[in-house]
């Protein structure tokens, strides 16, 4: 199940103590429901503020996000984090697995929390689709980069969320590994049907994705 994404007029600005500092500067955007879009741009240019924002774990200084027919800044934050725990998922490029936890209990650990029934088999039944299966009780030190990405994006798709968001999901892997990734990540996207919008320095993975936006100084450019 996918969603649409609209942003308007969205500005971020950071107070410090010599004036405030704009992030993000009039931003506005439309994502169709199920597409790819890749946000790329220099390091410090306002790409991950843009990923905060749309993950609603960002409020901006004014402007409008809607996901679907949701409306961010009406939600506050009960409402939000139950948001992300039904429609979201998040894969980052530092992986964020726990570290007390092997595979099976990372990937299931979103449904628990969720309440959802059966937990604990359907992210058996998702490692093992995605090559994990002799790797279920293994802890994330015991695992190579690939696989702990693997477990990442297993993570973020297990609830089947309608919006992923993936900050340099490679980026910690090598050109090999990260192609494998990225093709399973596009791969789960595909199957699910979400709407997939990635922060991401790789001309391959942009050149993967439908469409293609430029952040510089904080400014949105649609190639």
Known sequence: MSTSIRISDLQLNYPTESGEIEVLKSASLEIPPGDTLAITGPSGSGKTSLLLLLSGLQRPTSGEIHVGDRRLGDMDADALADWRSEHLGIVFQSFHLLPGLTALGNVSLPLEIAGRSGAREQAKAMLEAVGLGPRLHHYPAQLSGGEQQRVAIT?????????????????????????????????????????????????????RCQHRVRMDGGRLHVD
């Open 155 to 207: 993570r973020a798709m297990v609830h089947q969320p309608s919006l992923l968001l993936g900050d340099e999901p490679t980026g910690n892997l090598d050109r090999d590994t990260g192609e494998k990734v990225l093709s399973l990540l596009f791969e789960l996207h595909q199957e699910s049907r979400s709407t997939l919008v990635m922060v991401t320095h790789d001309e391959r993975v942009a050149d």
